[in-house]
């Protein structure tokens, strides 16, 4: 990935964002904790999962919060269990301020597999649109 001279330093050195969203807080957790593993913690990652009772769902209070965590400038990419994931992540995006909507993308990817792949290529420096390409091309 080249660098902008005309970027801040910051800029330049921050990785792509990953977030988890799963109905089940069992599996975003665990799905965070492969990624780590394997990717390790330079890339930005934070996970949610279930809805504020602590049962199944999803919350978009909880995945704005989890945006924000891993918030980059580079921005975050956001891999989600279930058609329910995916929709409260895209209303999570359309709630950030205009400026942010833009660099948060939901990727069409198994959350397991996608967010590893998504962590690799963020680990490289790879822009969000590598990101996401990378995550939705895997193949069993």
Known sequence: AAMNPAAPLEDQLSLVGIV?????????????AIVEQMVGTSVPLAWCGGDPSGGLGTDVAAILTAIET????????ILADLGGAELNSA???ELLPPERQSRVVVCRAAIVEGALVA????????SLEQVRDSAEAWQP
């Open 20 to 32: 988890v969203v799963s109905h089940s807080a069992d599996v975003a957790r665990g799905t965070a």
């Open 70 to 77: 891993a918030w980059s400038e580079r921005g975050v990419a």
């Open 91 to 93: 209303m999570a995006i």
């Open 119 to 126: 962590a690799t290529e963020a680990s490289c420096g790879s």
